[in-house]
């Protein structure tokens, strides 16, 4: 059975840093896609951050060097670096795996407020 379980969401006030974390069971995540997506409230999932299986990173414009998407293979955990946090940035983040099979997790809220 798959897993992916994320963590380290929270409430922080602007300017502030997080790190959310996800961490993968049931697959091997060294050969798939990982991505993190977020969903505002009223708004569409979209995606914040990728990483390639070889390493390769790409970001929403929105985050660009902002955020760090990073992977430890041997941990089966992807991170999800936030720092300069904005209000706009409050959402629920949702890790994910890809490669044949789509896997989701079931997300983390991200609050930004003072």
């Known amino acids: 059975q798959v897993q992916l379980v994320e963590s380290g969401g929270g409430l922080v006030q602007p300017g502030g840093s997080l790190r959310l974390s996800c961490a993968a069971s049931?697959?091997?995540?060294?050969?798939?896609?990982m991505g993190w997506y977020r969903q505002a409230p009223g708004k569409q999932r979209e995606l914040v951050a990728a990483?390639?299986?070889?390493?390769?990173?790409n970001y929403a414009d929105s985050v660009k060097g902002r955020f760090t998407i990073s992977r430890d293979n041997a941990k089966s955990t992807v991170y999800l670096q936030m720092n300069s946090l904005e209000p706009e940035d409050t959402a629920v983040y949702y890790c994910?795996?890809?490669?044949?099979?789509?896997?989701w997790g079931q997300g983390t809220q991200v609050t930004v407020s003072s």
């Open positions: 049931g697959i091997t995540i060294s050969i798939y896609a």
């Open positions: 990483i390639t299986s070889g390493g390769r990173t």
């Open positions: 994910n795996a890809k490669r044949i099979t789509t896997f």
